[in-house]
């Protein structure tokens, strides 16, 4: 009776040990296979792989000259000038960002006067509103630069800020005067999409540039030569495009020997050149049209 009951309790222990190391093993299963849905790493890894956009400084300058016989242009403007602001502040560093959403404010302060707190941007000439330069203002203009510094969360992960930042920290300015905004991408395959571009414009939505490596130029036209004038940077910058000028150039006889797309923007810089040419130099990362409402 002894062994029998011996025989039972191994049989028991045999049991309990073999349910112990089957918990083990699944156990073991279930955490080798659960990284496979890790949401946050993906996130974490995608968040390293955002571009920071702080501006840059002047790398180069180039020339570039097309004869011609004859032209052809398409061109539109939301309006003929528009702010043009950029920063004084030599305590913000890395600031493009955000001066790049006060110029989509400056702009919009025409419609809702209080996006930029007592200050009137721009007057009525005839038909055309005529925007005011940074100088005027230049104290509630700075102010505006200063609070989209730290609500687009500047050099705080890395130098300047990203486009979602970017983006966030305009609407939570635009959320506090009571209005909304949205962004819609003028983008196709990687690619500016000029017909996206238009509809944009042509409902008064101004556009956020993200580029990688850019140019900022001016043209001196003759009639029968261009001469194109380019700034050239090779950092991240966002400015922002009010209006667009496609041009054809033709020979002699008719024949097409070049397109040139300019687009016209707030650079964001004390500079004068204020023509983005599309596919010329860098790399245009993305292309958002801002409408406030």
Excluded at 264 to 272: F, L, P, Q, R
């Amino acid at each position: 009776m002894k062994i029998k009951v011996k025989s039972k309790k191994i049989r028991i222990l045999t049991a309990i040990l073999l349910a112990a190391v089957f918990a083990v093993a699944m156990a073991m299963t279930f955490k080798l296979t659960n990284p496979t849905v890790a949401y946050a790493d993906d996130s974490a890894f995608a968040s390293e792989t955002e571009i920071f956009y702080k501006g840059g400084t002047l790398y180069s300058t180039a020339n570039e000259t097309i004869s011609y016989a004859t032209k052809s242009v398409e061109s539109y403007n939301i309006n003929d000038s528009y702010p043009n602001y950029y920063n004084t502040d030599s305590a913000l560093k890395n600031a493009c960002a955000a001066v790049a959403g006060a110029n989509i404010i400056g702009f919009y302060d025409r419609y809702f006067d209080d996006l930029i707190p007592n200050v009137t941007v721009g007057v009525m000439r005839g038909t055309e509103y005529n925007y005011h330069s940074m100088t005027r203002n230049l104290t509630q203009k700075q102010a505006v630069i200063n609070t989209l510094f730290t609500y687009m969360q500047t050099n705080q992960s890395g130098d300047g800020a990203t486009r979602s930042q970017f983006q966030s920290g305009l609407k939570k300015y635009i959320n506090g005067k009571g209005l909304n905004i949205t962004y819609n991408s003028v983008m196709t395959n990687g690619a500016l999409d000029l017909n996206k571009v238009k509809t944009q414009l042509k409902s008064g939505n101004p556009i956020a540039l993200y580029m990688s490596g850019y140019a900022f130029s001016l043209i001196d036209d003759s009639g029968k030569e261009v001469n194109i004038m380019k700034q050239i940077y090779n950092d991240n910058h966002i400015a922002v495009v009010f209006g667009y000028d496609k041009i054809n150039y033709y020979n002699a006889s008719g024949a097409l020997i070049k397109t040139k797309t300019f687009l016209k923007v707030s650079n964001g810089k004390n500079i004068s050149e204020n023509l983005y040419i599309v596919s010329d130099y860098g790399k245009l990362n993305d292309a958002d049209a801002a409408y406030v409402y």
